[in-house]
């Protein structure tokens, strides 16, 4: 009983906190057209390194404690972490790869953290028997936040799309 009572109380708090949060989220001035310019910038500079095969200036694109769902469902966590991921993938399927990146969405949850949707297509990937891969295309969800007044990946995920059979 007694458990059954403080369960009870620890949910309606998580409720009243949450009602709180939210709140408090619609209420923060929303961000300016300078900070929407800025995201778009970021990711800019992100597929341009990705372009140059720069793995240590892609990954300074990421928050130090950022989260990466690559399109093969794989997770890793932290900035150095994604820089070592991307030193491997620059030097094996993707050492001959080219992005584009169109960002199609941007959500300020508040003025420091968005939600920004993407569009993605990179051709020149390489299987693992070395094989070029044809074009690919899917989209990119990310949550950006500003940091020290830049606007840099906290979560990153890739969803790929299936590519459609030729009838």
Known sequence: MMA???MTKAIAFAILLSSLSIRSMGQEKPASTADSAAIKQSVANFIENF????AHAVAMSFAEDADLTN???MATHGRQAIDDLYVTLIQGRLKSAHRTVSVTNIRYLTSRIASV????EIS???ADDGSIIPFRHGILVLVMTKQNGQWIMTIYHEPEFAVKSEK
Not at 51 to 54: A, F, K, L, M, V
């Open 117 to 120: 949707d993407c569009t993605w």
């Open 124 to 126: 020149g990937t390489r």
């Open 71 to 73: 399109v093969r469902g």
């Open 4 to 6: 059954r009572m403080r």
């Open 51 to 54: 372009n140059r095969h720069d």
